[in-house]
Each structure stands twice: as C-alpha cells, then as structure tokens.
C-alpha cells in the first residue's frame, strides 16, 4: 500500500516559470511532512519542511503549501532555474511514536530548460 | 562538519555472495537509518538504530538482510546470499535524537548483483 502518492513522475517548466509537484498522504497519524532534493549520484538533501499546524511555509524560491482537510500538501518553486533540475521526493512521518522513518512519494524528476 | 559518509560507493557482486555496506553518521547523532532506492519501488526504510535501544528492523526484507551498530556510532548493512533483486542504491542517514524527524542522507552505496 503506496502511503505517499506524488504526482507528476516528470516534469519540464521553462526558466523563470512555476514548478509545481504534488503529494497526497493516508496516513493521519503523519505530522512532519519533508521535501527532499537529489542530483544523480548524490543522496537526497532535505530542502524544505512543514507541520500541519500551518498551511504554508516559505524559504526563498521554495514554498511548501498544505491542505490537513485533504491530506494533501505540494511544492512549488518560483522563479525556476537550470539548477533546480533534480529530483525530488515528498516525504512523511509520525514523529508522536516510533523510530520517525520517512515514507517516500516515488518522486518528480525535474528539468528547467534555458 | 563532516556529513554521513557510506562506503564503498560503487559495489559489483555475483549472486549467492555476501556483501557488507558501511555507513559512518555525523559525530553528535544518536540515530541511524538505513533506506533502500531502487527504480521500481522508490525510497523504502529498512532499519532505524536509536543509542542503545533495540534496533527497528520492521523494514527489512527478508532474513538475509541484517544490520548492526557497533559503539553506537558506525552501522554495517549485511546482505547474505545476494540475489538479482538486491540491486539497488543503499542510503544510510543520521540525526540527532531531539530531532530524528530531520534525516541527513549519504551518497549512497550503489550495489549491483549479476
């Protein structure tokens, strides 16, 4: 049973526009809900992360909305650049109990083109 | 400082061998987690170690995998008896027992079975 789903697979956006990834999660019990980056051949890098308690949080070009009614929460990067081509992960956790292992979406790979 | 760093990066095996991964967290952090990339299944957690606590191997994915953290510092992943399907990216990742729920990844190792 896939607890994390996100969507799109891949996704192509031209310099300058909006990329925009989705994540939809089963699980309430989740409460930390993290956005990872990773370039081939590197591990994921934790980016950006938020808890239900609000329903965004911004870091630069990075935003990260929340919608707790719908479990749903995406990423959305302003102003995309070359660099931001990567792929990235949604992740969730419980961190009420347990060892707080990330479950994973499957990931979006990402290319902004010049 | 330094970050969590796994060796060896790059592992080629023959079926039925058994492999060992190494995987050092960054001196301060009491948790280690190891988590499983492959193409198929994305990013799958395998086993969580807390101080000295009793390991959560709920992860793992048969008895042939097993794990173990020596002076609760370095953890060895062992595979026995490798098969074709244990092909895949192994990820160690630490952090520190307040604040488990932010995970910082290595490179990986990429271990390849024929």
């Known amino acids: 049973q896939q607890q994390v789903k996100q969507s799109p697979q891949s996704l192509i956006v031209q310099k300058g526009g909006i990329s925009i990834i989705n994540c939809a999660y089963e699980?309430?019990?989740?409460?930390?809900f993290p956005w990872y980056q990773q370039f081939p051949g590197k591990g994921p890098a934790l980016l950006i992360a938020i808890r239900p308690d609000v329903s965004e949080k911004k870091e630069g070009r990075f935003t990260i909305s929340f919608n707790k009614s719908a479990k749903q929460f995406s990423l959305h990067i302003m102003d995309s650049q070359p660099g931001d081509s990567a792929t990235y992960f949604c992740a969730a956790t419980s961190t009420r109990a347990g060892s707080y292992q990330l479950t994973f979406g499957k990931g979006t790979k990402l290319s902004v083109i010049p | 400082g330094a970050g969590v760093s796994q060796s060896p990066s790059n592992k080629v095996t023959e079926k039925g061998k058994d492999v060992e991964l190494r995987c050092d967290p960054i001196s301060g952090h009491t948790a280690l987690y190891w988590y499983r990339q492959s193409l198929g299944q994305g990013l799958e957690f395998l086993i969580y170690f807390q101080g000295n606590s009793a390991p959560d191997k709920s992860g793992l994915p048969s008895d042939r995998f097993s794990a173990e953290r020596t002076g609760g510092s370095v953890s060895t992943l062992t595979i026995q008896r490798t098969q074709q399907e244990d092909s895949a990216v192994y990820l160690c990742?630490?952090?520190?027992?307040?604040?488990?729920?932010?995970?910082?990844f290595g490179p990986g190792t990429r271990l390849l079975v024929l």
């Open positions: 990742a630490s952090s520190t027992p307040w604040g488990r729920e932010t995970q910082y």
């Open positions: 699980n309430t019990a989740f409460d930390y």
